[in-house]
Every structure is written in structure tokens, then in C-alpha cells.
């Protein structure tokens, strides 16, 4: 019994993963991996562009972010469980941005999967977010993140070479803005 548990819990998959790469590639990006390429523009938005350590127009890749660390929450301006957490990731970026030992260090952005320019800047006013979003509407970035459900968030730690390391990738493990912090310090090394 154990053995034909293990074959079908282990074997399978791997075996699929290797006769169908596909399938492999349509993975979250898992701790200890690297984030895929992921192309933004560049926010219209001065302040926004600021925050991001950015200049200019066109498009980035989240690694040029300045700072060390970068927390990326997919989310759907339609899901109940997003809106529900979006005052608390409000807390977040504001409990970052008054520690000075933090402010240049950690920075927040959200890609709305499915959701257009006009959904994204609905939801970040009616929330009053104070971090840039981001629309995905044709779920590219949701696609090359392994078709995530939301709110999922992926950590990076961006290392010395400039390769963004993933530290944390979980869906839902928002509860509570200072608990997170705290999970995300400890993930990236950061203190």
C-alpha cells in the first residue's frame, strides 16, 4: 500500500513534469528559486516612480527596483479575501515607509490578475492604496506565476548580482501587517 502511495504521490508527477515540461513551467515560483522575467511599465505617477527608485518611461523588470527586498501580492480587484486584506497591506507599506532602518529596503507593489488599467486604479482608490498596482488583464504575469489564485505573494530578495531570489511564495499568508513583516525580515535576511 505505502509503495503504491509513494509512486502515485512522487512518481507520477515527477514523471510528468519531465515528459511535459509544461506542466513544470506552470508552477508558483517556489523559495529558494528565481522569479521569472516580468515586464511592468514604468508608473505614470511621479510619486509612485520615486518609491520604485525608478527614471524615465517604458518598461522595467522588478529587479530594478532599488531596494532589497520586494513584496509582490497578486490580486483581483473582485475577490472578497483581497479587499478584505487591503487595509492591512495599507498598514504594511505604512509601517515600512515610518522605519528608517526599512524605507529603502523593502518595497510593496500588487499586479491585479485579470484586471484592466481602469480596475486597478478603481481598487487602489477605493482603498486607498498607497503603493503602485499594476494590471495583468491578459494574465500574463498570473500565467508565468503559475496561475496562482489571489492574494498570493511572492517575496524577492534582490542579491548583490541583481538575480531576484524568491524567499517566500505562499497563497493567503496575509493576516496581520506587523506578523508579516515580521515573516518577510526573517525570510530575507534582512536584520
Avoid: W
Avoid at 481598487?123 to 492574494?151: E, M
Amino acid at each position: 500500500m505505502k509503495k503504491s502511495l509513494v509512486f502515485f504521490v512522487v512518481v507520477v508527477p515527477l514523471f510528468l513534469m519531465i515528459c511535459h515540461p509544461t506542466l513544470a513551467a506552470n508552477l508558483p515560483p517556489s523559495r529558494g528559486g528565481v522569479l521569472p522575467m516580468i515586464t511592468l511599465p514604468v508608473p505614470e505617477d511621479p510619486n509612485e516612480k520615486e518609491y520604485l527608485g525608478l527614471s524615465g518611461g517604458g518598461f522595467f523588470r522588478i529587479p530594478q527596483i532599488k531596494a532589497r527586498v520586494v513584496i509582490i501580492e497578486i490580486f483581483s480587484m473582485y475577490y472578497p479575501k483581497c479587499q478584505k486584506i487591503a487595509p492591512g497591506m495599507d498598514d504594511l507599506y505604512y509601517l515600512i515607509e515610518s522605519d528608517p532602518d526599512l524605507r529603502n529596503k523593502i518595497k510593496l507593489i500588487g499586479i491585479g490578475a485579470g484586471d484592466s488599467r481602469y480596475e486597478v486604479d478603481v481598487f487602489q482608490k477605493t482603498f486607498n492604496t498607497p503603493f503602485p498596482l499594476f494590471p495583468d488583464n491578459d494574465f500574463t504575469i498570473h500565467k508565468a506565476l503559475g496561475d496562482v489564485r489571489s492574494p498570493y505573494f511572492i517575496v524577492i530578495k534582490i542579491n548583490q548580482e541583481g538575480t531576484p531570489e524568491v524567499v517566500h511564495s505562499e497563497l493567503d499568508s496575509f493576516n496581520e501587517a506587523r506578523a508579516f513583516l515580521e515573516l518577510i525580515i526573517n525570510a530575507s535576511g534582512l536584520k
